[in-house]
């Protein structure tokens, strides 16, 4: 048997269509095949390689990481300098309110973290998520996901969750002394790219703050420089309780967090101690990666022109069969009438060395979620790639 073949046979399966490209290598903005084809990555591993592949400064803190020690105690127990350093940079671009960093192995992780805090920090039964919010696929992110086929086939699910509709004045009344916790992506990714308006950040934080719940922003995609700036609370004027980031915060490698106050993370401590535990959440080759990502997110300035290229994608992306394009940053969703059209230009998409792919919980849209290092020569290639197979 092929690899492909091999992989059909022995890798679980998520779909009974995965993509299945053989990528034997990844470097910058590219991906190459098995049979040497270049690939533009439009996807960036859904938003995981926001400084590109291979990012020279990610590899250079693996390796020295890799000499002076792997994983060597769960969680929370020794001063792993890879975490603490880490921790720190990210407070230090940080609201103050925001100084405590539980690193996990993933975003879904983060998610479940963020869950516990929230109930134990407020002593309340009740949660409220969105319609079209994508929280991952463990079964606490599972029961706040919003959509019914995904939920479904899993029940019974986590009690005393509710479903609300993202962006709306009228459910912010559903908050009550009740719920321990609101959690909202600050942009909603599956659902295609979906901003909600800062004035109903700015009410639905004030809510929150009137009933003494917590606010939950889940940035594992819209964080670390997608929309523009470094976290994307800092577009809508508001500040989470808990920030929640994965996916482009390790630099390509695993790792998630969930991120509060001191004061509030500390409950996870006590009464019960070991509140959350994780063996290799915060990995330290992983910390050490995602480290140097963000050194390098900011040194090299690669948000700077994040608003240029999305205005770029955007004059380009122009056709009467695109019904509509939904963005914010370098994060695209190009709208057609239906799954098929989209799927028939994905595929094409592909053939001619541009990879994309949709969107979970809007199978009409093409996404669009590249390294922020892309170029502009790259931008119009792109474009012309997808404007030739649509
Ligand atoms: C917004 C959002 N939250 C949470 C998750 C879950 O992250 P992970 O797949 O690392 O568990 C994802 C993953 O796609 C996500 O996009």
């Known amino acids: 048997m092929n690899q492909r073949e091999l992989f059909l046979r ?3 399966q998520t779909s009974p269509a995965p993509l299945a490209l053989e990528i034997v290598k990844a470097e910058g903005t590219k991906l190459y095949d098995a049979k040497g084809k270049e690939y533009i990555d439009l996807i960036g591993g859904i938003s995981v390689a926001n400084t590109g592949h291979r990012h020279p400064g990610v590899l250079a803190a693996i390796r020295e990481q890799l000499d002076a020690y792997l994983h060597i105690m769960v969680y929370g127990e020794f001063v792993e300098t890879p975490q603490v350093k880490y921790a720190q940079l990210l407070a230090s671009y940080l609201p103050a309110s925001l100084d405590s960093v539980y690193f996990t192995n993933s975003g879904a992780e983060a998610v479940e973290g963020a869950m516990k805090l929230a109930k134990r920090v407020t002593n309340r039964p009740h949660i409220i998520a969105f319609n079209h919010s994508y929280h991952g696929s463990t079964q606490g992110a599972l029961s706040i996901i919003g959509d019914e086929y995904w939920r479904n086939a899993f029940r019974p699910l986590l009690p005393g969750i509710s479903h609300e509709k993202y962006g709306s004045f009228e459910m912010l009344e559903k908050i009550t002394a009740d719920t321990a916790c609101v959690i909202a992506e600050t942009v909603q990714a599956e659902g295609g790219v979906l901003a909600p308006s800062a004035e109903w950040m700015q009410a639905l934080r004030q809510r929150c703050d009137e009933t003494g719940t917590l606010l939950v922003l889940d940035e594992i995609q819209a964080g670390f420089g997608r929309t523009g700036t470094l976290w994307g609370f800092e577009n809508f004027g508001v500040t989470p309780d808990i920030l929640l980031l994965g996916k482009a ?27 959350h535990i994780t063996t290799f959440g915060g990995h330290p080759v992983s910390c050490a990666a995602g480290y140097a990502a963000m050194k390098a997110l900011i040194g090299e300035e690669m948000m700077t022109d994040v608003k240029q290229k999305e205005a770029l994608f955007r004059s380009l992306l122009v056709h009467p069969s695109i019904k509509q394009v939904n963005s914010y940053g370098l994060w695209l969703a190009v709208l057609f009438d239906t799954f098929e059209t989209n799927k028939r230009v994905i595929d094409k998409c ?3 060395g541009v990879l994309t792919d949709w969107f979970l919980f809007a199978a009409n849209a093409l996404r669009i979620s590249p ?7 790259e931008i119009r290639r792109a474009c012309e790639v997808i404007l030739s197979a649509v």
């Open 10 to 12: 022995h890798v679980a």
């Open 249 to 275: 915060l390790g630099g390509g490698m695993p790792l998630g967090a969930f991120i509060s106050s001191r004061e509030k993370m500390f409950q996870l401590a006590d009464g019960p101690v070991l509140g």
């Open 350 to 352: 592909i053939e001619q």
């Open 371 to 377: 390294p922020l290092t892309i170029s502009e020569e």
